[in-house]
């Protein structure tokens, strides 16, 4: 894993779990890397001096013009988070984000036709392009209404004013934080916590948030028995990209003891995610 900051990243505990689950004498480590020595990380899985990389903030836009390929899913995200070769040693960017929720959404059982989303960013534009993929039709809202227009016209969302959160969509079935706040050390997520309230929704509508730590964010315990915590996201995501490192399936198994290594180190070891 690689990016700057680092150190608060949970994927060596989940992948390391992994590891172990499957059987295998592998490692995973976090490693601080600045902008100007990205080509160099390249290099070396490259080389097969490494045999993946997942990348986090604030890399994921920039290693895509290093890669020689990018899947679908990452040009319509424009964003990448994990990175290997391929059988023709090919360096490719793939987005695991997306997929994550999708399956994430799957199991907890949601099935959304009309989905806003909170915020403009980078894990915005995954939440739009797995609720699209589901067959939800989106709209996203966000303080900032340039970059909530720029959302629209490059992914075909709708757009909720802020203030109202009205749109022409509505009324929502499903509702969903892709912003920071509410994240130990993070925003205040009072906000977020007030754009539940005040969104038209239907009856049974979720809310789920990508935020993963504290485990009940303010904006899941204002969606109270609907809301529901990212860390299952962070787990499908995790899954999906070392499924690519390893070019196996990943069992079910495996997946929940990743879920048991990171939920626990969550009860030890509260802090900031990444």
Avoid: C
């Amino acid at each position: 894993m690689i990016g700057d900051p680092i150190a608060h990243s949970l994927s060596p505990v989940m992948h390391r779990a992994a590891f172990a689950a499957l059987g295998l004498d592998h490692t995973y480590d976090a490693e601080r890397v600045d902008a100007a020595h990205l080509p160099a990380v390249l290099d070396r899985l490259r080389r097969g001096a490494i045999h993946g990389v997942n990348v986090t903030v604030p890399h994921k836009v920039a290693v895509i013009a290093l890669a020689d390929v990018q899947t679908a899913e990452v040009s319509r995200i424009e964003a990448a988070n994990t990175l290997v070769l391929d059988r023709t040693g090919r360096l490719v960017a793939h987005n695991t984000d997306a997929a994550g929720l999708r399956a994430d959404l799957t199991r907890h059982g949601v099935t959304a036709t009309r989905a806003l989303i909170l915020g403009t960013g980078g894990a915005a534009r995954a939440a739009i392009v797995a609720l699209q993929d589901l067959g939800a039709r989106v709209a996203v809202a966000g303080r900032d209404a340039a970059k909530a227009l720029l959302l629209s016209r490059a992914l075909g969302v709708d757009v909720a004013p802020w203030d109202s959160l009205a749109s022409p969509i509505a009324p929502y079935d499903l509702v969903v934080n892709a912003t920071s706040a509410g994240m130990a050390g993070g925003p205040d997520g009072g906000p977020i916590a007030a754009a539940w309230a005040r969104a038209p929704r239907v009856e049974g509508a979720s809310g789920y948030d990508l935020v993963y730590r504290p485990a009940v964010t303010p904006f899941v315990a204002a969606a109270g028995s609907r809301g529901i915590s990212g860390l299952g996201m962070l787990v499908e995501q995790g899954a999906r990209a070392l499924s690519l490192f390893l070019d196996r399936p990943i069992p079910d198994e495996t997946r929940q003891a990743m879920a048991l290594a990171v939920a626990r180190h969550l009860a030890g070891a509260p802090g900031p995610t990444g």
